[in-house]
Structures are given as C-alpha cells and as structure tokens.
C-alpha cells in the first residue's frame, strides 16, 4: 500500500529557510510526476510544485526563484527547499502525485509556520 509521509516543517522567521522531506513507499515517486501542495486555514489546498519523472519542474508563481522541488527516486523521496520564506507561505504542506486525484489518499501533511 502506498504511503506519503512529509516531515521537516517547523516554525520559521521571515527570510528563513526550510527544507521538506516527503518519503513514499513502494514505485509510485519513480513512475509518476509529483508535487507539493499546501492548504492556509480556511482555504482550499493549492498546488505549490511539480516535478515530473524526467524532472522537469513548474512553481505556482508566488514561490518563484525561492522555492526548489527535487526528487531522488533511489531514496523514494521527493524534497521542497523553501528559501526566503514570507508569512503568506504558512501552511501545511502536502505532497502526492500530480494530478493529485490518482490516489485518493493525503498524508498528514507538516506544518509550517513563519512569522516573527
């Protein structure tokens, strides 16, 4: 059975750096595109990163030129290096694969929080 299991979120001042860590079991990181996603209070969970199997990568515009997304498939991990992080980034943030509505399973997501 697949699992999705984000970590290395923490609180963080603005300007701060974070790197997330998403480990997934079994073939699913090596055979399908994934992405990073993350969900502010009261909102809806939005798309944040992409990366597909040949690595290509796409960010929503409000992360531009400060968040990274990178996989390993030999460690079956998907990695988000969060650089110059503004309040607005806080949020938990979840990985899957993209399209997100393959498996029809969220893991339990790591809260970041940036603020002063």
Same mark, same amino acid.
């Given at each position: 059975q697949?699992?999705?299991v984000? +970590? /290395?979120g923490g609180l963080v001042q603005p300007?701060?750096?974070?790197r997330l860590s998403?480990?997934? +079991? /079994?073939?699913i990181l090596s055979r399908n595109a994934m992405g990073w996603y993350r969900q502010a209070p009261g909102k809806q969970r939005d798309l944040v990163a992409i990366i597909g199997t040949d690595s290509g990568t796409h960010y929503v515009e409000s992360v531009k030129g400060r968040f990274t997304i990178s996989r390993d498939n030999a460690?079956?991990?998907v990695y988000l290096q969060m650089n110059n992080l503004k309040p607005e980034d806080t949020a938990v943030y979840y990985c899957n694969l993209y399209p997100s509505d393959q498996l029809?399973?969220?893991g339990q997501g790591t809260?970041?929080?940036v603020s002063s």
């Open positions: 697949v699992q999705l984000e +970590s /290395g300007g701060g750096s974070l998403c480990a997934a +079991s /079994g073939s460690k079956n991990t029809g399973y969220w809260q970041v929080t």
